[in-house]
């Protein structure tokens, strides 16, 4: 099956820093790609998704970029605010639509 | 829209009791799954329904664990019996069919004594 990893564990930041996040995946056959936010006690959210047919996604402090010969995706989050503090999960599924998550990163953005 | 509904929020048992979690998905959303997501680590798919047909157990421990979606809306996870181990957020998760995004329910944290 997929074995998704996800680095690092946890990721201090001062605020208006950028935050990265990358993961890597084993199964060739993965083409969807997306991000959860979960915070303490929540459930999880999805922030943002890429397919493996493009590169790049935005979504305004938000980008994901994918490299598929590589087999590896990134989180880029910008300009960090205190509520971006949270756990965050990479995850991948092929056309079984089944997700297999990372083991999360925990963000901490430092006032 | 309303979002995915679980309870009960929070069960606490002993081991080798039995508990039952429920759910209900988002109006309209045929597929559902069952995650299992321990402390520390993250979500680990447990069983994905279409309707109220199974399209994949393969991760459920079978000995213990059972689903059932009868009329392809509300579904139910039971534990019977329960191990330590099981102690966890139980997340269940829904969407349309053939959309990617899952929308995820509060969970149901379990601790087994």
């Known amino acids: 099956g997929e074995n998704v990893e996800q680095h690092p564990s946890t990721l201090s930041v001062q605020e208006g820093d950028s935050a990265v996040i990358k993961c890597t995946y084993s199964?060739?056959?993965?083409?969807?790609f997306p991000w959860y936010k979960q915070e303490l006690g929540k459930r999880p959210q999805l922030i943002i998704d890429?397919?493996?047919?493009?590169g790049e996604k935005k979504d305004q402090r938000i980008a994901v970029t994918l490299n598929k010969t590589a087999k590896h995706f990134s989180l880029h989050i910008t300009e960090t605010q205190p509520e971006d503090s949270a756990v965050y999960f990479c995850?991948?599924?092929?056309?079984?639509?089944?997700?297999?998550f990372g083991a999360g990163t925990t963000v901490t953005v430092r006032a | 829209e309303a979002g995915v509904a679980q309870s009960p929020r929070y069960k606490i048992i002993e081991k080798r009791q039995s508990v039952a979690f429920w759910c209900n998905p988002i109006?309209?959303?045929?597929?559902l799954y069952w995650y299992q997501q321990i402390l520390g680590q993250g979500p680990k798919l447990l069983i994905q329904?279409?309707?109220?047909?199974?399209?994949?157990d393969s991760q459920l421990p079978k000995d213990r664990f059972s689903a059932e979606r009868l009329k392809g809306v509300d579904s139910t996870l039971k534990i019977q019996p329960a191990k330590l181990e099981d102690s966890a957020v139980y997340l269940c998760a829904s969407s349309l069919t053939g959309d990617r995004e899952q929308f995820f329910g509060p969970g149901t944290r379990l601790t087994v004594l």
């Open positions: 890429i397919r493996s047919n493009v």
């Open positions: 199964d060739s056959a993965s083409n969807y």
């Open positions: 995850a991948a599924s092929s056309n079984d639509y089944k997700l297999s």
């Open positions: 109006s309209g959303h045929a597929t």
């Open positions: 329904f279409q309707n109220n047909g199974v399209v994949d």
